[in-house]
């Protein structure tokens, strides 16, 4: 009986271990089939059908696996379906927001979808008035834009700007007046294009008498779109259309803007304006519905990046010679935060390394006014200003050098101390070389070394200055032996030394220190010179 009933317990506990084994594979199994499918679509990267495929089966066996929807935005981006690459990184994000690697990989697929807009066809029709052809009566009316000299036509189109709503924003458009027609001669893509505008009237108008305006755009004399604005209408602000042009891709065509009167036939005071009239990609509108712009801010932020992060990438790529990329990232953090001088500070630095002096000035003046620094100090856009001056630019310009340096000592906030040096060290020489006060030089050379005590430069000049100030030449030794312990290789202090030695009358001392500068340098012209005239012309 012991045995009878220990095999009954133990078929009962098999069936519970069945039923609970069973209940564990029913659940485990969707996690298992889509770990296959998840696999498999990562595997066929190269294939994009396939991963796609693979990847959409690992969603629906299992619609909480993340890593899914990341790698279907890649293969999604690969296909350049940005809207649904940035559907997918979005739902990444919301089931892994503890990876801030999600953001930044939405933030790449914006800037992505901005760089594909910048390169889709776009043609300003407000831009291109010049090159169009106006029909208009020969006689001209009353309007903002007539010209008493000009041609009739003037008074009837012009480029302008309208403030309507609903942003009240001031919004290029092209002003016509009924009757008349814009005909541009245009080559449209070969992909789908759509023409945009909005309808409006000029806001001074609006509660004249009359009863509004018709806008008409036509394809090579073919009217393919009509629609009459009335002044109820028009008070609400830009009335915002768009017109396919798919019927015409790749092909030539005149495409005319037009303009007639209202039912009435009247068209006193018909002031209209096409607002931003453009001929672009038919996908345009999907992208821009994205706000690129925007979001990729918002990753941005959510990822914890800061204007700081940007420009160390930036200097990583300016120190190995990739300008683009630097550049790239010096951009990044400027939108990040667009009153920030310390992006434009690198900048300016950037346009340095490439030689591009006038650049360079304009970013440090781009930085200074900002007024806001994290990395860099304010005295810093100022000493890098003076220098440009003073040593890059043709001819020299002393005085704006003299003057940057003077507003980067006043500020006293420099990036390191040795820029703080190099400032001091600057003035001072530009001192000396303006013929200024001694006494003003030598303590800019005093304060240089002070700050950077292997200020060989510094040391070199001061031991020149208490030479011509008072003649000590045991003061002016010490200060230029000291520069040549810190730099041995110092061409203008052993001329210095020599030019010394020759005015003491020491000419074997002096010859010795022009032979050492010589071999240094033996382009060093002076040195030449003197060796030459010490040696008796040999």
Do not use: C
Not at 159 to 169: D, E, I, K, R, V
């Amino acid at each position: 009986m012991r045995v009878i009933k220990t095999a009954k317990g133990w078929l009962g506990n098999w069936w519970a271990f069945v039923l609970v084994g069973g209940t564990l594979a029913v659940l485990a199994f969707p996690h298992l089939v889509s770990a296959y499918h998840l696999e498999a679509g990562g595997r066929a990267a190269d294939d994009s059908l396939s991963a796609l495929a693979h990847l959409q089966k690992a969603i629906e066996w299992r619609p909480d696996n993340a890593q899914a929807y990341r790698l279907l935005a890649k293969v999604y981006r690969t296909q350049g379906d940005w809207p649904a690459a940035v559907e997918s990184l979005t739902r990444y994000t919301e089931l892994r927001s503890d990876n801030l690697l999600g953001y930044i990989e939405l933030a790449e697929v914006y800037e992505a979808v901005e760089a594909e807009m910048a390169t889709m066809y776009l043609a300003d029709l407000v831009a291109a008035l010049p090159q169009a052809a106006i029909e208009a009566p020969a006689v001209p009316v009353d309007t903002p834009y007539a010209q008493p000299d000009g041609p009739a036509w003037h008074s009837y189109a012009a480029t302008t700007a309208f403030s309507l709503p609903p942003n009240f924003g001031e919004r290029s458009a092209l002003f016509m007046h009924p009757p008349s027609r814009a005909l541009y001669h245009l080559i449209l893509p070969a992909e789908p294009a759509l023409l945009r505008f909005g309808m409006g009237l000029a806001p001074e108008v609006i509660d004249w008498p009359g009863d509004g305006v018709t806008f008409e755009v036509l394809i090579n004399g073919e009217s393919i779109f009509q629609e009459h604005l009335d002044k109820a209408l028009a008070r609400g602000g830009w009335q915002e259309r768009t017109v396919d042009l798919a019927p015409w891709a790749g092909r030539g065509v005149i495409l005319s803007l037009g303009v007639g009167p209202g039912p009435s036939g009247d068209v006193a005071g018909d002031w209209a304006g096409w607002g931003e009239p453009q001929v672009v990609d038919a996908r345009l509108p999907e992208l821009e519905a994205l706000h690129p712009g925007e979001r990729l801010l918002d990753e941005w932020q959510r990822a914890g990046l800061a204007v700081e992060d940007f420009v160390k990438a930036g200097e990583v790529a300016r120190k190995a010679e990739l300008y683009d990329q630097a550049m790239a990232w010096y951009e990044r953090a400027m939108r990040l935060k667009p009153d920030s001088g310390d992006p434009w500070y690198y900048v300016g630095l950037l346009y340095e390394s490439q030689g591009q002096w006038l650049q360079a000035l304009d970013a440090y003046d781009r930085a200074i006014a900002s007024g806001h620094f994290r990395q860099v100090g304010r005295s810093s856009p100022h000493y890098r200003s003076g220098f440009i001056y003073e040593s890059r630019l043709e001819p020299r310009q002393r005085d704006a050098a003299l003057a940057a340096y003077e507003v980067a000592i006043e500020a006293d906030d420099f990036s390191t101390d040795e820029e703080a040096a190099n400032a001091h060290h600057k003035r001072g020489e530009l001192l000396w070389r303006m013929g200024g006060d001694p006494d003003a030089y030598m303590a800019e050379y005093q304060r240089a070394i002070e700050l950077n005590p292997e200020h060989a430069s510094a040391h070199v000049l001061l031991g020149m200055a208490y030479y011509t100030r008072y003649g000590d030449v045991a003061m002016a030794e010490d200060e230029i032996y000291q520069a040549l312990e810190l730099s041995p290789r110092n061409q203008w202090a052993y001329l210095r030394l020599g030019n010394i030695y020759y005015q003491e009358g020491r000419m074997d001392e002096a010859a010795t220190a022009y032979e050492r500068a010589l071999e240094i340098d033996p382009d060093l012209e002076t040195a030449q010179k003197r060796l030459s005239e010490l040696r008796g012309g040999k």
